[in-house]
């Protein structure tokens, strides 16, 4: 528990900014217990009016929490949200946010993940974020290639790039922790092309061997593969074409974070480029939907407005 309450001490003063006397919501669900005894002890400590709200666990990423959880995260003044599915693509948290919450989710992350990545240089990767979070936005189209097969375009024309460091001071602020990438949602209708994801997805984890997806019009109609293919099939099925949609496109920046499975993790791994598929309500998108899974490639190649950015997996901003 020492290492836990060390990591969540970096997360609620360094990250959140927590102040004596705010009113703290960690929500948790039955896996996350400890993890979320962790961030109420450190927020009671320091003064915080804190409070640990445990749910029951949600089926898929996306889903929405009961309307009692919503409107008690709606009410606070930090949300710290260590749930094994992830809540950060819900009207839930969008509408805390919007009525002033600041907050982080912490979807599926393990007690080592825990220990070892929120110690990071967040000011280093709130830097590096802030640099490329511009060029990304001032681009109209975004191409990935890899050695592997991936091959996609996409246009990003309107659309801002959304900065995930970590660092959340002001009312209506929301991260991922571990935090680190850029990200924006293409234009819907536009991605056209071949994704082969070669690191990990969520819903599957690790990627032992390579899952296929064929984009057309914005949405991905073939996914092809082998076992883990089948499993994002599956995880996906009942979500009908919205659960297709190309959702996302995300950088990674946090230069401590690794390849493990954990996508919360993966996804922010420097040098690699994520796409998902499913709701982009939250990122500036017209698609909503319970649904939200990241697909990490890993070395990829991206040209914006045919500049390159990341080459072979290296940054090159």
């Not at 606070?76 to 599915?85: A, E, G, L, Q, Y």
């Not at 948290?93 to 982080?104: F, H, I, S, V, Y």
């Not at 819907?188 to 690191?199: F, L």
């Not at 690794?258 to 919360?264: A, E, F, P, R, W």
Request: with cysteine.
């Amino acid at each position: 528990m020492k290492e836990l309450k060390e990591a969540a001490y970096v997360a609620i003063t360094e990250c959140m900014d927590v102040k004596k006397g705010e009113n703290v919501v960690v929500l948790i669900d039955e896996p996350q217990r400890r993890i979320g005894q962790a961030f109420w002890e450190t927020a009671r400590e320091l003064g915080a009016e804190a409070i640990l709200c445990e749910m029951l666990p949600r089926e898929t990423n996306g889903e929405e929490p009961p309307k009692a959880i919503a409107g008690l995260l709606a009410a606070c003044d930090v949300f710290i949200i260590p749930t094994s599915k992830s809540l950060s693509h819900t009207d839930a948290r969008r509408k805390a946010c919007a009525n002033g919450a600041r907050g982080a989710t912490l979807p599926g992350i393990t007690e080592e993940a825990m220990a070892r990545s929120l110690k990071a240089d967040y000011k280093g990767i709130e830097a590096r974020t802030k640099k490329i979070s511009p060029i990304v936005s001032a681009a109209s189209e975004a191409r990935v290639t890899t050695a592997l097969g991936t091959d996609i375009t996409m246009s990003l024309e309107g659309r801002p790039c959304h900065e995930d460091h970590g660092i959340v001071r002001s009312p209506g602020e929301f991260t991922n922790l571990p935090a680190g990438e850029a990200y924006l949602a293409p234009l819907e209708g536009t991605a056209q092309g071949k994704i082969v994801v070669d690191g990990s997805a969520a819903g599957v984890g690790i990627v032992k061997d390579p899952i296929t997806l064929i984009v057309e019009d914005g949405y991905a109609t073939e996914i092809t593969g082998g076992a883990e293919a089948e499993k994002l099939n599956a995880v996906i099925a009942k979500f009908g074409k919205d659960g297709r949609n190309i959702a996302e496109l995300g950088i990674g920046t946090n230069d401590k974070a690794t390849l493990t499975g954990l996508v919360l993790e993966d996804e922010k791994v420097m040098g690699t480029v994520h796409i998902a598929i499913g709701d982009n309500a939250s990122m500036g998108g017209k698609v909503s939907v319970p649904s939200h899974l990241d697909l990490v490639i890993k070395l990829p190649t991206l040209y914006l407005d045919g500049k390159v950015i990341i080459k072979d997996g290296e940054l090159l901003v």
